[in-house]
């Protein structure tokens, strides 16, 4: 065989080789996108569908016989509230705030719960619900004859803007969200500035010795500890060891009539950036060395200090990788629930966080909780949370994104 024969062979063998590799790139996306797809409708199923709710009251025996009771105004949904509702619980409801300065709403919204009750007999997921509805009309019929069929979404402003309580149609986020909110926010705080002070004096001042080798050995093992180790770590140090602090005793802060501790917003959030600061440390790292060296001497040759190299060429031009990174970490943050059950997160909390010293809960504690429920309604509750820690990750990762593609525009024209 020629040698122009064997070339053609070659090249057409590197050409299959070549084109078998990129078949299994495509199939290992598509693979991605069927599991990402899945897990989306799975939680989306689970979010809507048919319910069929069953009365403890009849709501016919509190209004006239031609009247609805959504159509009665405040006055009239006041009398039925003094008749009919026990005076145990009606003095509790007015502590939390007057009947005179309810709306007719939250009038009603207090007669259909308190009063009414209702409750869901059976569940339905959307899938369901679309494709088997006459089924579902004819079962409820026949099992649930004084029951009412509605579609329900779990996730609704009412769901976005009530405390957690013990019944699932009353329940909220609003509790955990604003945990995870604070939570979050302080591990940004703490985890960022310290993580790129990091990582500059690592790149940039460090010698290569070897103290200095083995803080960087040890930061990429860090970065691969269980995050549960992190949450004993937090407890340790935060909860115990600086109680005071924490509990914000020290401070005069601490919340009245309670006993103070550390379980609190401030030890979970510090408890977090100090899992993900390890993760920020290393793509800071890898964002500054990507820097080519000739922008650094090219500034001390006009006469800057090191300093003002770091602070105004080498940091600006690698800021964009620096919040990418950012991103990933504080992404894995949000979603984490290990560490927060060991600094003492509740799985059940009624009162909203009111500020870094508060008890706390956040989204997905609040989600393990109700996944463990046996009810099949704190299922389509837990998959609405769901969609709501997604939004709010989604949303976090999107202004990040944001900032970073507009300072990418700014280095490129400016």
Known sequence: MSGREDFAVNLASRHARGDRWRLMFMLSTLLAIVFLGALILTIVDD???????????????????????????????????????????????????????????????????????????????LFESLFARRSIVEETTLAHPDGELVFRSWVNMRFLSTSQTARPLTTGVLTAVKGSILTISITILFSFPVGIAAAIWLEEYAGDNRLNRFIQVNIYNLAGVPSIIYGMLGLAIFVRGLE???????????????????????????????????????????????????????????????????????????????????????????????????????????????????KFTTLPI?????????????????????????ALMLSLNAFAIFTRNRLRRQKRFG
């Open 47 to 125: 979010a809507f569908g048919y319910v069929v709710m069953v009365d403890e009251v009849d709501q016919r025996s509190l209004v006239p016989d031609d009247e609805r009771l959504e159509s009665l105004d405040a006055e009239a949904l006041r009398a039925v509230i003094d008749e009919r509702l026990s005076p145990r619980r009606y003095r509790a409801i007015e502590r939390e705030r007057p009947f005179d300065e309810r709306t007719a709403a939250d009038l009603y919204d207090i007669v259909l719960y308190e009063i009414v009750k209702p409750r869901v007999a059976e569940t339905y997921t």
């Open 244 to 358: 005071r602090f924490t509990s914000g005793s020290a401070f005069g802060a601490s919340t009245s009539g309670e006993v103070a501790n550390g379980r609190t917003i401030l030890s979970a959030g510090l408890t977090l950036a100090i899992l993900i600061l390890p993760v920020i440390i290393i793509n800071a790292q890898e964002a500054i060395r990507a820097i080519p060296g000739s922008l650094r001497q090219s500034s001390l040759a006009v006469g800057a200090t090191k300093w003002q190299t770091i602070w105004h060429q080498v940091l600006p031009a690698s800021f964009d990788r620096i919040l990418t990174g950012a991103v990933l970490a504080v992404s894995r943050a949000i979603g984490e629930t290990a560490p927060l059950v060991v600094v003492g997160a509740s799985t059940f909390l009624t009162q909203d966080p009111t500020g870094v010293f508060s």
């Open 366 to 390: 609040q989600i393990y909780q109700w996944t463990s429920r046996p009810q099949a309604e704190f299922r389509h509750i837990s998959a609405a949370a769901i969609v709501v820690l997604l």
